[in-house]
Every structure is written in C-alpha cells, then in structure tokens.
C-alpha cells in the first residue's frame, strides 16, 4: 500500500513591495535592512533625547545623594548641639558659669532655632549668677526679638527680661507687655500675675491688683509658696480669698475645733 506523503507546512515567504514572492536573497538583505533602520531610529533617539534623558538621571542621582547627605549631616549638627547643651549644663552644674557661657557661644551664631534660643538661655543665666544683669537682660531681650525662637520660651524670657527691668519701666508698660501671659490657664500665669499685679499697685490700682492676688491664691496649679504669698497680699488689699477654713487651717497644720467643744475656760 502506498504511503499517503506527509504535507511539510512552510510559512509563506514575505511578499516584495510589487507583491510577488522574495527570494531567500532578498528575505536576508530585506531584513538586514530592517535591522540597519531600527538601529537608525535608537540612535536617532538618543541623539535627540540623550542628553535630556542622561541630565535628567544625574539630577535624581545627585538629588538622591543630596537628601541623604544633608539627612546625614543635619542629624549629626543636632547632636553636635545637643552634646554642646548638655556640656554647657554640666558646666553649670559644676559652678563654671563662664565655661558654660563659652560653650554655647556656638550656637548662638549657627545653631537651629531651638539650640539658639536655649544657648541664650543659658548665657543668660550665666551673667546673673555672676552680676551682670544688663547682659542678662540684652540676651533675654535678643530672645524676645527672634520671631523664630519656640513661643515657650519667648514667653519665659519676657517675664525675665521684664522681672530684670521692672524699676526701669512704666507700670502700665509691665501691665501691657504681660498682659497675655497674666491669665489664669496660661503656662506662666503665676509669675507673669505676681509682677502685673504689683504694677497694677504702683499705678494705684488696688483692686486690679486684689483681683490678681485673689486668683492666684485660689489657682491649686501654682506653687503654695507663691500661693501663701498672693494669700496675704489680698488679705492686705481687703479680698477675702480663703474659701475652705478648716481646709486651710488642716494644710497649715492646725486642728480645726471640734463641733460643740468647750472653749476656754475662766
């Protein structure tokens, strides 16, 4: 029995531009030229784009190198800071005022905002403890000049420079430059309160002034020194500020009398 013959499926050989069948020579050069054309067209495209595209990538590799070196660097400046800070404060601990003075003078000039705030902080307290209150006061008032140092202390250091000055100004220049602070609620209620307060005495104001001292000794977030002191002053300028007896006489360590005790005997 003959053999059915085995049909072998071949692809179609591309057609040339008129339409008729390629031969193997012109298949080959057909596609040489097509490979010689794509390689045209990448050339091309990089000559075109090249520079743009190869810009581009060493912008985000610098960017790139940037970020991480400025993260790096900006980490360590804040630690060098840090360390000058908690150096400065050891000095201080130690007596050495003038060395904490020097320590810190860095940071005044090329410290962050927070660093030269605190930095002036510390001068500041530096040349009270050696009796240069005029220093003191000149660094207090840099403080309250620099719009970036951190509200808090501004806020601390406009009750200092004005606790250092205060013979100096105008009782209504006192009453008017702590007057957001001298509010019950405020961080620095207390002491801000106490010098308006005595302002408001020397302007001759007295019942301002009782009023003050009336809410700072009932304020139970203050310090009981500045409490009792307040206490008295209002008592002074006729303000009644004791509103539990037996409360207070127990914190004073006085026994309130028993309901119905004897009294003295004649």
Known sequence: MARTPTEISQEPKPAGPDGSQ????DEILMREIDEAVRQDDTKAFFQKYGVALGGALVLLLAGMFGYWWWDSSNEAELEGQSEAIISALDSVDAGDFAGADEKVAGLVENGSDGARTVARMLQAAAALEQDEPAKASE?????????DAPPPLRDLALIRETSLTFDDREPSEVISRLAPLALPGNAFFGSAAELTAIAHLEAGNRKEAGVLFSEMAKNEDLPETLRERARQM???????TIEDVDQLLE????AAPRPGAAGPQG
Do not use: P
């Not at 209002?234 to 009644?240: E, F, I, N, S, T």
């Not at 914190?251 to 006085?254: K, N, T």
């Open 251 to 254: 914190d004073a360590g006085v």
């Open 139 to 147: 660094l207090y008032a840099a403080i309250i000049a620099d719009a």
């Open 234 to 240: 209002a008592g002074l300028l006729g303000v009644d």
């Open 22 to 25: 390629m031969s193997r020579e």
